[in-house]
């Protein structure tokens, strides 16, 4: 095992070498930051109301900053932009008192018209935003956010958000919503600059127009390299904030992560090659727990055979998920016969059967498919990744052994793979959830089917009607049962295959302190720092 670590060893330095002689020719090599990761993939945009996806979440999370944020470690909801709050009896008013010291990186003070703004455009219908129903708790808004489409013009009078004064947001619920101050940690309900956006238009998130209000600013951007960030010294809690510059590199692929890594290029990566777990038991960069997320696969209902629910009922009834997840992952994951991972206080989630491959053939000849036969040419998208291709391989072999299906396998760049999933330019896809908040609304919502993160063409009325209720129930015990019943019609009509609850697994240099696992698997960069070697 030692000779084989030291053989990866040389191995990253040598690919090591070679990186940096790519990027020499790309142009001038920036000195290291005082840390650096690996961000996984490319993001796609720095605007918070379109960001979907972790990579972008981290970043977003460094540059911006809500009313709240989360601690590292326990996820209790801070003090940030707000300096502190005050709710109604009944818990339907929140008040929030903004930070008298919290300022943009152009100079401006930070206001509550600022988040008024940005939560107005975060619902309105032309912003096109995947999450604008996490604010439909509040009065007025779902109706704002659904205008359009009924022929009205959006009016912002009628919704629950109101900015008296520079240094107070008033927040009106329809409902008490428990989970409201860590959900407005969560970086869709970031603040945007009013100003810049108007006068800048498409470009206001360039590096050089781009105004913040988190720890950190973003100096420069070199697609498909690196985000630099550096440290925002008029940031309000800038004596907390350890870390000068940070590199966020957009570096595909588990094994050149990894070589990365071992080079002590980055600090910090997520993910690596699940054929080293053995190797790198044990090591203390090793950094392993429970995660509040799912890894599944999704089927676009616009696109023959996946319009039958017995073709998709059959593909999930059939898969080995206990396998997949011991032998193939082999980071300590979970089979998931649900969608919501269960943990959650006050609900127990729904469940699929058991895996009966009898049973998902005898649907598959049902639907008109015996043993494979007559199935049309399929594929199998995933994002370009190495263990993703290799669980979407095993995947595709079951598909193939048990039920005569090929499935073609395509992988693409994160960005572009996300437009495609967006897009519905898919026919079976690779997918994974992490919640955003600790509630079942975070994993159930995706499927309204006004969500934009739901992606399948799957409508359901009497889904949409569940947690709608759910969205209005005072009573916990009675909302559970209603997202209860959400989650069964889901798993019923298999828009999805749930296959796998994922695992934080990261790798952290010794030298990094304040790096905790959660459940969220999230680790602000504001609260962490390095030691000397």
Known sequence: ???????LTALALLSLGLVLALAAGRGVQLERADFAFCNQFEIGSLDPAIVTGAPGGRILRAVYEGLTRLDPETLEPLPAAAASWTRSADGLQWRFR???DAVWTNGEPVTAHDFAFSFRRLL????GAAYANLLWIVEGAEDFTSATSRGTTPDPERLGIHAPRAGELVLRLRVP?????????????FPVHRGTLEAHGRDWLRPEHLVTNGPFRLVERRVRDRIRLERFEHYWGVDDVALRTIDAYAAEGATTQLNMFLTGQVDWMIKPPTSLYDELAGRPERMVGTQLGLTF?????????????????????????EGLARDVMRGGEQPA???????????????????DPDRARALLAAAGFPGGAGFPAVELLYPSNEITRDFCEAVA????????????????????????????????????????????????DCFLSTSGNNRTGWVDAEYDELLGRAAVEPDTTRRATLLRTAEQRLLDAAPI?????????????????????????THPLRDLRVVDP
């Open 337 to 355: 016969a649900w969608f919501v991972p269960p943990g959650l206080p006050g609900y127990e989630p729904a469940h699929l059967p058991p895996a």
């Open 124 to 127: 309105a219908p032309e912003t």
């Open 397 to 444: 072999t079951q598909w193939r052994r048990e039920l005569g299906v090929e499935m073609r396998l395509a992988n693409q760049a994160f960005k572009v793979y996300l437009d495609s999933t967006k897009q519905g330019q898919y026919d079976v896809a690779w997918s994974s959830w992490i919640g955003d908040y600790l509630d079942p609304s975070t994993f159930l």
């Open 297 to 321: 696969f999704r089927f676009n209902l616009e696109r023959e055979p996946f319009t039958d629910e017995r073709v998709r009922r059959a593909l999930t009834l059939v898969l080995d998920r």
């Open 177 to 189: 919503c428990a989970y409201l101050l860590s959900l407005l940690a969560y970086y869709p309900l």
């Open 98 to 100: 903004m930070r008298e």
């Open 1 to 7: 095992m030692v000779d084989r670590w030291r053989s």
């Open 497 to 521: 295959a749930p296959v796998y609850q994922r695992t934080n697994y990261n790798l952290v240099a010794t030298r990094v302190r304040g790096f905790h696992n959660n459940l969220l698997d």
